[in-house]
């Protein structure tokens, strides 16, 4: 007597894309409604992110969602009728990867690779992106991208460099080195503002060797130079000026992890903990700052945007009379040499 053949077990990405689809079939999630992000989908089913990143990507080709930047992945404007859940076979091969994997990574390029990778951290984060959440938008397998790059770091840094070069400078530069200080570092603004995850990727103890990110750095000694400055201090204004930009634009990053982990927008958290100020400004022990939030009426915003530009205008206004000769030389000398080891 022949056994049954047992029926395989519904991989489990087809399940997650099962049930979301239900919930914008039945209304639940509307158009413009974000769905929830790899990292949401790898709490409540208990699936790796791998797994996660592969159902986001079959309800994208689906066109049941699409990716935003800076928000997510949200339902589509015009949702399809829902589908049927595809069979196994029809979806992946014994080897895991689509079946038209041949044909896509006929297609597959280097540039494709890096700005799949953007697209992923622009909109989900950095800590978001991996070599197989890239093989799965793209439809490929995860090891065909080995042939372009070496790993996630690599990638990584080809992201960067990309996106560092998409803002450039006038052949004329303004007159004055302040004009052009601040064009550069409006210009890092800028691109922190569009790509968020670059700010993460690390300390300025230790720079980053891209072209295009030397580009920026050019921009500003080249506008510092010609004035007399030493060398060494001459570098340190650059880095301050720098770490202007870049300090700030790290919580730009932080600000979107953070609610993707606690699902509260800035307000709501600031809600919720109002108790808690509420009892710190009545203890009694921190005077300065009762009065203070006390006297802001609405409440103080804060604005990353505003506070950049007010940063900036006061640590150029500083240096003015450094960069100019105006300023008692011994007072910056003897500063740096007492934090040297």
Do not use: C
């Not at 960067?160 to 998409?166: H, M, N, S, V």
């Not at 204004?237 to 700030?248: A, C, K, M």
């Not at 009892?279 to 915003?301: H, N």
């Amino acid at each position: 007597m022949t056994k049954p053949t047992a029926t395989p077990a519904e991989p489990p990405y087809l399940r997650i894309v099962a049930a979301i689809r239900r919930r914008i079939a039945d209304g639940e999630l509307v158009a413009g409604d974000r769905v929830p992000s790899t990292r949401q989908i790898a709490r409540e089913w208990g699936v790796a992110l791998a797994t996660a990143t592969k159902a986001l990507t079959t309800l994208r080709l689906e066109g049941l969602v699409e990716t935003r930047p800076r928000t997510g992945t949200v339902v589509a404007g015009t949702a399809p009728p829902a589908a049927s859940p595809a069979s196994p076979s029809s979806t992946s091969s014994s080897a895991g990867a689509p079946a038209s994997a041949s044909a896509s990574e006929q297609e597959l390029t280097l540039e494709r690779i890096v700005r799949t990778g953007m697209d992923i951290a622009d909109a989900e984060g950095l800590s978001a992106l991996s070599m197989r959440g890239v093989a799965a938008r793209l439809g490929v397998a995860a090891m065909s991208l080995y042939r372009y790059v070496t790993g996630k770091d690599d990638l990584v840094l080809l992201m960067a460099d990309t996106a560092y070069g998409e803002e450039s400078y006038p052949a004329d530069a303004p007159e004055g080195w302040r004009p052009r200080v601040e064009l550069g570092a409006r210009t890092l603004w800028t691109l922190y503002r569009r790509h968020p995850w670059l700010a993460q990727l690390g300390p300025i103890s230790r720079p980053l060797p891209l072209p295009n990110l030397m580009v920026h750095g050019e921009w500003v000694l080249s506008a510092l130079e010609g004035h007399g400055l030493d060398p060494t201090r001459l570098f340190d204004i650059h880095v301050l000026i720098y770490s202007h930009s870049h300090g700030l634009a790290v919580h730009l990053e932080r600000e979107a992890q953070a609610e993707a982990a606690t699902g509260q927008s800035d307000d709501e958290w600031m809600d919720s903990r109002a108790p808690t100020l509420q009892w710190l400004a009545e203890s009694g022990r921190f005077p300065a700052f009762t009065r203070i939030v006390g006297a802001f009426g609405d409440g103080y915003d804060l604005r990353l945007d505003a506070l950049f530009e007010f940063g900036l205008t006061a640590l150029l206004d500083g240096l003015t009379p450094i960069i100019e000769g105006r300023e008692v030389t011994s007072r910056w000398t003897t500063s740096r040499e007492a934090t040297t080891p």
